[in-house]
């Protein structure tokens, strides 16, 4: 099996000064796991959801939010992606690409 038989080829990007608050808009509007990070049409980054879920107060929309609970919606993607990157071509066998990683 080769990689271009597991990859989404609907990819969602955002860019490098997206907030988190837009971020979480578009995780929860395309379902994904991750997101790619753009700048000049360059991939710089990734963005996954569990990112976001580590860098996201957990008080935001309750009660208790703080003044710096919502301010975490304020945060770029530049602050929370990874920007070491591992990429393939779509002909890579799954396990040759495996242990890239």
């Known amino acids: 099996m080769n990689v271009d038989q597991l990859m989404t080829r609907h990819v969602v990007t955002v860019s490098m000064d997206d907030t988190l608050d837009w971020i979480q808009r578009v995780f929860g509007e395309y379902r994904f796991h991750h997101v790619v990070v753009t700048e000049n049409g360059q991939v710089v980054g990734v963005i996954s959801d ?35 990157l591992v990429h393939a071509r779509e002909e890579t066998p799954v396990r040759e690409f495996l242990s890239l990683n």
């Open 50 to 84: 569990r990112d976001v879920l580590k860098n996201l107060s957990p008080f935001v929309g309750k009660i208790t939010e703080r003044a710096q609970d919502s301010a975490s919606l304020k945060r770029r993607a530049h602050q929370i992606m990874t920007r070491t």
